[in-house]
Structures are given as C-alpha cells and as structure tokens.
C-alpha cells in the first residue's frame, strides 16, 4: 500500500461545478496535511494546510479525518484557472525529511 | 522576491557524464531539500539538509551528492549519469520549523534527460 494514495483522475468538470478530491494516508503518526498545487510543467506551490477542525481558504475547502486517515479537498464553483494537477501531502513531522507527497489528481475545468 | 532559484531549466547529458544542478535561496531558510517528480509518481527525496554543513539522505540519494556549505545555496551533483536519472528535479526550502504550517518553497524544477 502506498503511504499516500490519490485518485489519479483525470476529472472532468465544467465550469462553476463543484468537485471534491480525497487522499488517503497509510501512517496513522502522520501530524501536518497540505494540499498543493501543480500546473503543467510548473513547481508545486502550497495552495492549503490541512488542519483537524477543517479549514476554508474562498472557494476550497480542507477537511482531515484522522479516525479514517483520509484528507479532502472541495472546490466549489470551478473557474478555468482551476485546471492543475493536486497533490497531497503528508509529513509525520517537522522537517521536510518525513514529508510523502501523493502522485497528484488532475482537474480539468472546461467552458 | 526570488524565493528558490534553479539552474539550468533544461539539460541533455551523455550517458557517464557528470553535472551540478544549482539551487539558491534567499529567504534564510534553515531547510532545504532536493526532489525529483517522474511521471505519474509523487515527488521522490534525494537528499536534504538542516542547516549549513549538514546534509542527510533521503528516499533516493543513490547517484547523487550534495553539499551544503552556506545556508543559501544547495547544489545537487549527479555523477556518471544514467538514464535511470532522466527525471524532472526540483529544490525547495522550508523555515527551520520545517513543513508544520508552513510548507515548502520549490525552484521552477530542472528537467533533465540522459541519453
């Protein structure tokens, strides 16, 4: 099993649909979540934390279930510039060393 | 507002040849690391560092050396390239505190191909 697992995707959504993504996670010590996002042919760049209570960023929001060791990501109301590829991440602690990125989900928003 | 500057973007290597990718960061960040991303998987550690004079392996660090003797700068040597190291190779750089809250700062990524 891998350590961090996401649906590769790709999804497909139109413009102004809401789409969720999830990510599960294999070590039950795992302390800080993110969600980072890709473009194509770009750096990752942090896009949220993921913390306990769940957390809103505008149209994201982040949610942990530690219990079933799973992270989420909800976008509402999907805009073009939405299109990237999303990565979870896990780190079991400080220092980027513990840090297990998943392989990504891709979101293309079409018009 | 540099933040993580790589160099090259691009490079082509012989098999058996020997290169440094260069990774300079400007924000005094204590970590740093070096990562590479192949198709389909996640981002792989190769090697990272606590601070200046102090590196550590990671995942992968087979192929690869680094050094560290400033705190800003993190080159990353690849000698006797293989095409096994064909990849897209990306620095980031995190505040001692590591990834709690934080997360990572990454360059713009070196994409290198070994024939």
């Known amino acids: 099993r891998k350590e961090v697992e996401q649906d590769p995707g790709p999804f497909n959504v139109p413009e102004g649909a809401t789409v969720a993504f999830n990510c599960t996670y294999s070590?039950?010590?795992?302390?800080?979540f993110f969600w980072y996002r890709q473009d194509c042919r770009k750096e990752p760049k942090l896009l949220m934390s993921?913390?306990?209570s769940g957390n809103e960023d505008g149209r994201f929001t982040a949610q942990l279930n530690r219990a079933s060791q799973y992270i989420s990501l909800l976008i509402r109301d999907s805009k073009l510039s939405d299109s990237a590829t999303y990565l979870c991440?896990?780190?079991?602690?400080?220092?980027?060393?513990?840090?297990?990125f998943g392989a990504g989900t891709r979101l293309f928003v079409k018009a | 507002n540099a933040g993580v500057t790589q160099t090259p973007k691009f490079r082509i290597l012989k098999i058996g040849q020997s290169m440094t990718l260069q990774c300079t960061q400007d924000?005094?960040?204590?970590?740093m690391y070096w990562y590479r991303q192949d198709p389909g998987m996640g981002l792989k550690l190769i090697y990272y560092?606590?601070?200046?004079?102090?590196?550590d392996k990671g995942e992968v660090p087979n192929g690869y050396n680094v050094s560290r003797s400033t705190t800003e700068d993190f080159p990353l040597r690849l000698e006797l390239a293989a095409p096994s190291q064909t990849s897209v190779y990306f620095c980031?750089?995190?505040?001692?505190?590591?990834?709690?809250?934080?997360?990572?700062?990454f360059g713009s990524g070196t994409r290198l191909t070994v024939v």
């Open positions: 924000m005094n960040h204590n970590y």
């Open positions: 991440v896990v780190a079991l602690g400080t220092g980027g060393f513990k840090t297990i």
């Open positions: 070590n039950s010590a795992s302390q800080s």
């Open positions: 993921v913390y306990s």
């Open positions: 980031a750089s995190s505040p001692a505190s590591g990834t709690a809250n934080y997360g990572y700062t």
């Open positions: 560092s606590v601070g200046a004079g102090i590196t």
